[in-house]
């Protein structure tokens, strides 16, 4: 059970939004009023009492998770519990419920003032409607949700993901957690930790009791800036590093902690670090604070509020105003040598690396990539280059590099060879999905929307939408994907969309392939790998490179996963143009891959990892 409230200062267009929907209709009120004009003016009367108020507003979301059912008996009593609960019986309040969405929710607005005039306290309110909703878990047997301020790993704030869409910079918070992560992925010791986290750029300052015998306390420090590993998580104290295999032993690690505490000693003293902390928290968003329950992106329809509404119709083609090139310009969109060239735009020192199949001897076999954690993260999440220290002038200087998550959506489909696309936006809580139908110009325009929705909670998912010569063989794992390669179908693009997970597009010719054809290839690709078939569709969406995965996150009930683009080199696949050639002359009937290449397959079976897996984007 969630809870979620925003604060707001008229009754009248919040009762409207939320009466006027369809499938919602009122089932408890302390009021006469059945429609919001009525309702509007009732709530006045009461906040006539206190003029001076200015958010005299408060609406509130409760909504049960998934595949939970109550009945209206059931939410007008867990209506009361949280009224009750958070002191709000003496007030006036509407709860209308809502089954317009695939979980059961209701709505409470109430009027913060009560009858006699007092204002009712929000103080630490975000904690106590937290344990309002888990004693409800527990008395009525619904799915328990752990306490946020006790999870293993603190989300991002609101002001932080605001600040990382305006800058493309992901917070200090965020870029930590993601190189703690990748620092205690199969680390055998705290030595170690603390090794991996120095070549990240990554100092740890440790607290030590009874002589060094115990480790008592962690905090980290990124470009300067300093924050605790209660800022972070749970998981990231000494205590969570210890679940994780992370553990501190005096004999072994003292040497390391000693090395720590000496760096920070040089690096300067907490007070300096804390100065520093709280310039960066003022600039960045609040970083380093406790995550809020919500903010102005979640006191309306679909998470948005009126500001979202002119920014997302802003970014959307099929809205009656597009992105000018100045506001492009200003979001980062376009920078020098940025045009529709295949290779044209990127930098020219880099080619086209072939994809690390095969994992090196010095790393585990798991999937798992530790080749510098810290590039692989800001590489994704944002400009990278010219990196400069935590603070008002490094954050602004470092705001104009490369935009790295739009380079590698521009690879992408650099790569395709595609000039029209289907885009698909789905709400992975909710399980609502937007379409739309951009060129590959007006893709590039949306991409800070894209990003915007994604970091909302959105997956992007992409398909051509063009005739075209390309299929999409997905959810392989590293050791199917060297299958795909022998059998002379070398991807025109490979994206690693989740830990050892991945998808490939295939060119199987410049010029476009009929259906027919691609499906005969794709289906007898997919034979030969030992596939499911739940993957054979023709047209399929798959993600966009740069942006989050947030279906394998809910899968797998871990962070979110960063869509990789591993190769890019655009080029037809060697068997490509045979396949095609030998299904024309057969009129679309499949037929076998080349004897050389059959042979190759003619081992034990091997599957993709996650072939059976329910998809985001490519269902």
Not at 268 to 295: L, Q
Not at 499 to 528: F, Q
Request: proline share 5%; aromatic share 4%.
């Amino acid at each position: 059970m969630i809870a979620k409230a925003v604060k707001g200062t008229g009754f009248r267009g919040v009762l409207q939004y939320d009466l006027e929907k369809d499938q919602s209709r009122i089932i408890d009120t302390n009021m006469e009023g059945r429609n919001a004009r009525d309702l509007a003016a009732e709530f006045g009367e009461i906040r006539k009492l206190r003029p001076g108020l200015g958010k005299a507003v408060l609406h509130v979301s409760l909504s049960a998770a998934p595949g939970e059912h109550l009945d209206d008996t059931q939410w007008t009593q867990i209506a009361h519990r949280y009224l009750n609960g958070m002191g709000l019986d003496q007030n006036q309040y509407v709860a209308t419920r809502h089954v317009d969405t695939d979980h059961e929710h209701i709505h409470l607005i109430v009027n913060r003032i009560q009858f006699n005039g007092d204002v009712t306290s929000d103080s630490h309110d975000y904690r106590r409607q937290q344990l309002i909703m888990r004693e409800v878990e527990r008395d009525m047997g619904l799915r328990q949700v752990a306490l946020s301020f006790q999870a293993e790993r603190h989300a991002a704030t609101r002001g932080e993901i605001e600040e990382g869409l305006r800058t493309g910079i992901p917070s200090t918070r965020q870029q930590l957690q993601q190189l703690c992560d990748a620092a205690a992925r199969g680390c055998p010791s705290f030595t170690e930790y603390a090794s991996r986290l120095e070549a990240a750029g990554v100092d740890l300052l440790p607290v030590t009791q009874l002589e060094g015998s115990k480790l008592s306390g962690l905090s980290y420090r990124l470009d300067g800036v300093m924050m605790k590993g209660s800022d972070l998580g749970k998981r990231y104290s000494p205590a969570g590093l210890s679940k994780l295999g992370v553990g501190y032993v005096k004999e072994r690690d003292l040497e390391a902690v000693s090395r720590s505490i000496e760096r920070s000693a040089i690096g300067g003293n907490g007070a300096a670090d804390r100065s520093i902390a709280e310039g960066a928290h003022r600039e960045r968003g609040a970083i380093g604070g406790d995550a809020r329950a919500v903010g102005a992106i979640d006191g309306r329809a679909g998470g948005r509020d009126d500001r979202d509404t002119v920014d997302n119709r802003a970014a959307q083609p099929s809205a009656r105003r597009t992105i000018s090139e100045r506001d492009a310009s200003r979001d980062g969109v376009f920078g020098e040598g940025f045009d529709d060239g295949a290779h044209r735009g990127r930098p020219p020192s880099r080619g086209e690396p072939e994809i690390d199949l095969e994992p090196p001897s010095d790393r585990a076999g798991d999937g798992s990539d530790e080749r510098d954690p810290r590039e692989r993260i800001l590489a994704l999440a944002g400009p990278a280059d010219n990196q400069q220290p935590g603070g008002r002038g490094g954050d602004r200087a470092s705001a104009k590099a490369r935009d790295r998550s739009l380079e590698a959506i521009e690879r992408q489909i650099a790569a395709m060879g595609i000039e029209h696309f289907d885009v698909r936006i789905t709400n992975v809580a909710r399980g609502t999905r937007m379409e739309r139908n951009w060129s590959r110009q007006e893709l590039r325009r949306s991409v800070p929307w894209l990003k915007r929705m994604n970091a909302l909670g959105h997956d992007i998912g992409l398909r051509p939408s063009d005739p075209h010569g390309l299929i999409l063989i997905s959810n392989l794992d590293r050791a199917t994907l060297v299958k795909v390669r022998a059998l002379g179908l070398s991807p025109a693009v490979t994206l690693e969309t989740s830990p050892n997970e991945y998808d490939a597009w295939i060119k199987l010719s410049d010029t476009p392939v009929t259906d027919n054809i691609r499906a005969a290839i794709l289906a007898g690709a997919r034979r030969h790998l030992k596939l499911c078939e739940t993957g054979s569709d023709i047209n399929p969406y798959g993600y966009l490179a740069g942006l989050t995965n947030h279906t394998a996150a809910l899968r797998d009930r871990g962070p979110s996963r960063f869509v990789i683009a591993r190769t890019a080199g655009g080029a037809v696949a060697e068997s490509g143009k045979k396949l095609v050639d030998a299904l024309e002359v057969s009129n679309g009937r499949p037929v076998a891959p080349p004897a050389q290449e059959r042979n190759k397959l003619n081992e034990p079976q091997i599957t993709g990892r996650t072939a059976q897996r329910e998809r985001g984007p490519s269902r």
